[in-house]
């Protein structure tokens, strides 16, 4: 006999088991649940966009790792970020850009983001100097974009109005300040990045600012503004120094750089460390290797001289920023070498040998400089020059190379970053062709100088 439930038409609801929405309510309020588990903000973008677990890593992620693809990460988060809008609420008028800036785009400026003068010390410069805001304003904007060339408005707004500022501030040819010479260092070091440009007039500019403060402040070169120019410059100057017509870099009146680079050597810079000293010896490197790749005679006397002032330099200690330090030392080696060639008193194998050992021991130097370190955002340029030594057989290393060059991308986002790896790859390709040139020169000769400033 089949039994048939019957449903009344109009029969009242029945009510769900209490005892049931009980258990469910208990087991959605635990926090292991899905469905109050709150989402991740530190995740990766590339995590985020495919909807799967991120591991935050910073700088990369270990499922970008994994897969082998450029890792957008999320900013790392700092105890003062959390006041950021009240304090910047206090000493100027705020925007959307600015917070922007300190929040995602300022730890990209320096290898240390807990010294880091362009963080909320730069509230005090920016209250003298429009042309600053600006140009704070227009790299954020920037980088908002990935520093591409798609809604870039506001980005070249901000940018114009800098150069009108700049002007501004130069009409007062006795009162340059600090503040100034920052707008004029953002403004020049972001040229490559946002316009594809040189940064050659931007870094006259500059050195004209620099000698005029230097002058003024003679007796009181110690104070800290001073200091964190100075220690700029000669990091800009070493950066850009190769890539720019060297019969235009004059390089400020030796006398005067020599006593204030002097006055910051037992102190720590933001962007150079301890290596100010040795960053002032490398631009000079430079501008005498662009004259030998132009076609000049060599000065056999002065490469002895750059040599033995390149190899006495010493690093204070051994923590990562010595480590960076000593790296750049072995890039001005290398470099001499690769592009002055072997001293009359050598022979061409000697040499080679030579240049393998530097670079050896400075790719040794460079990995020991874990990935997560912020330290890895001022390592490209040794990091090239040792790189490009690496022999065939060693494509374990090469794959660490393009690794770390991916990672430091992660970072600043900047499109040399990547543009570095190809030139290695086609550097590699060459090697055992017996080509031996340097990547600036091949680099140069291409017309694609490589901005790491």
């Not at 410059?233 to 890539?243: E, I, L, N, R, V």
């Not at 006593?259 to 000079?284: Q, R, V």
Request: include cysteine; proline fraction near 6%.
């Amino acid at each position: 006999m089949v039994t048939k439930t019957w449903r009344v038409r109009f029969a009242p609801p029945r009510q769900p088991n209490q005892e049931f929405l009980t258990a469910t309510a208990t087991d959605q309020s635990k926090p292991g649940t899905r469905r109050n588990q709150p989402k991740s903000k530190s995740a990766c973008q590339i995590c985020r966009s495919r909807r799967v677990k991120c591991d935050e890593t910073y700088p990369v992620c270990r499922r970008c790792d994994d897969r082998g693809v450029v890792c957008i990460p999320a900013p790392r988060k700092t105890i003062w970020k959390l006041e950021l809008p009240f304090l910047i609420s206090q000493a100027i008028d705020t925007t959307p850009l600015l917070q922007y800036w300190f929040e995602n785009v300022c730890h990209m400026m320096v290898p240390d983001p807990e010294l880091n003068p362009w963080a909320l010390p730069l509230l005090d410069f920016l209250k003298n100097s429009m042309a600053l805001l600006h140009v704070v304003q227009s790299v954020a904007a920037a980088h908002k974009t990935g520093f591409g060339t798609n809604d870039g408005r506001e980005c070249l707004i901000q940018r114009q109005q800098t150069i009108y500022s700049v002007q501004q501030e130069l009409s007062h040819p006795h009162h340059h300040s600090p503040a100034t010479f920052l707008a004029i260092f953002l403004l020049g070091i972001s040229s490559p990045w946002i316009e594809g440009t040189s940064d050659l007039n931007h870094l006259l500019g500059a050195k004209a600012v620099l000698e005029e403060i230097l002058h003024r402040h003679w007796n009181n070169l110690s104070d800290p503004s001073i200091q964190l120019i100075l220690g700029l410059y000669t990091w800009w100057d070493m950066a850009s120094s190769f890539g720019l017509d060297y019969s235009s870099c004059r390089p400020i009146d030796p006398d005067i750089i020599s006593k204030a680079i002097d006055s910051t050597h037992s102190e720590y810079h933001c962007m150079a460390g301890y290596s100010s000293e040795l960053f002032y010896l490398l631009g000079n490197v430079n501008r005498y290797c662009r004259a030998i790749a132009e076609g000049e005679t060599r000065e056999l006397a002065l490469e002895v001289t750059l040599q033995e002032q390149l190899m006495d330099w010493k690093p204070t200690g051994r923590e990562q920023i010595d480590l960076v330090g000593d790296t750049y030392r072995k890039h001005g080696l290398i470099l001499l070498r690769r592009v002055c060639g072997p001293q009359p008193d050598e022979e061409e194998h000697e040499s080679e040998d030579k240049i393998r050992q530097l670079a050896a021991e400075a790719m040794y130097d460079i990995q020991k400089i874990p990935l997560t370190s912020s330290f890895i955002n001022i390592q490209p340029i040794p990091l090239m020059s040792a790189a490009s030594e690496i022999p065939p057989t060693r494509a374990d290393q090469r794959e660490a190379v393009k690794k770390r060059f991916r990672a430091i991308y992660s970072i600043n986002r900047l499109q040399v970053m990547l543009d570095a790896i190809a030139l290695l790859e086609e550097i590699w390709e060459l090697r055992p062709l017996g080509i031996t040139t340097s990547w600036l020169v091949i680099s140069h000769e291409q017309g694609q100088n490589l901005y790491f400033a």
